[in-house]
DNA sequence: TTGATTGCAAAGTTTTTGCACGTCG
DNA sequence: CGACGTGCAAAAACTTTGCAATCAA
């Protein structure tokens, strides 16, 4: 995972230029592995500068994606970002319905999914939802939560 | 494949009122499998409605997706929607990213998948993203290719 | 210095909500 | 009839764009 400094460095690297704001989205996304919205960025950011704006989150979060600095993620509620796993380490996650911190799942199913040649394989999803052990007290309020496996129906 | 009977069945029997456009709907996707934008249900819908409006297409896509009628899943471009595959048996789905239409997946990564039991797993998705063997000429040739909309009828 | 970066304002998209009228059952 | 569904308008949420002032290199 790159870490605030190799963030920088590619920034750097391809010339743009190091602002503050972009030291502190650095430090944030190297310090930090879990998926974040614009919106919870633009929050962390804003403590720190008061007259912050959205629109240069959104920049800023764009160009660090397009710098493959960032991965951006698609999810039910939205897109989020975090920083990219290099070395090409494929994985995926699990993601807390909750608290929407992400961990790892080394297992990839695509190795192992009969695709018929006829279908161009390009990309893949394969997310798993729930709650983790923190979160877990939380949902036994509602009752109503499966507790096990959702393995068909 | 939930059919257009079935689909006004389901809602019927959940206490909905079978309106001429909630007719319309079902039949729509009862005879369509891809997958369809709000837009493009809007667009579809408009043709025989003149008077309609937005927020009902959502309104009814939204109830149709808490019946389990239609499935919904967010793509790069959207939130689309296609009739629920609830024929008893779990399974996934190759999507295709050219005309969207979805090849069955009988294998679930979920038997598989080893989740530390700190982690409460509620549901998870798996999707294959590609082309399938009637897009993958098209690719090439900057293709006008739409998802195919039933012609009016 | 100078061109990239930022804040501001405004607009573009997509989705949701409140309300009055219309309609299914 | 009465409750649910619809259209309309407006708002909310999210994202992008143009422009002038500011700032890193």
Redesign the interface.
């Known amino acids: 995972m790159l870490s605030t400094e190799q963030i920088i460095e590619v920034m750097a690297g391809q010339g743009l230029r190091i602002t503050d704001q972009r030291k502190t989205l650095a430090k944030l996304f190297g310090e930090n592995s879990d998926f974040l919205s614009a919106k919870e960025v633009y929050e962390y950011m804003g403590k720190k500068y008061s007259g912050l704006s959205f629109d240069t989150v959104y920049r800023n979060l764009r160009v660090m994606e397009e710098l493959d600095v960032l991965e951006q993620i ?3 509620d939205g897109v989020k970002f975090k920083v990219n796993c290099s070395e090409g380490h494929h994985h995926h996650h ?1 993601i ?2 909750q608290c929407q911190k992400t ?1 790892p ?1 080394t ?1 990839c ?2 190795n ?5 040649e ?16 923190d979160c ?1 007290q939380v ?1 036994e309020d509602d009752g109503l ?9």
Not at 112 to 116: C, E, F, S, V
């Open positions: 698609v999810f039910e699990m807390c319905l961990y799942i297992f199913p695509m192992l999914t009969d695709t018929p006829q279908f161009q394989v390009v990309k893949h999803k394969f997310e798993v939802f729930g709650y983790c052990q877990q949902t939560v499966m507790p096990t496996l959702m393995n068909g129906e």
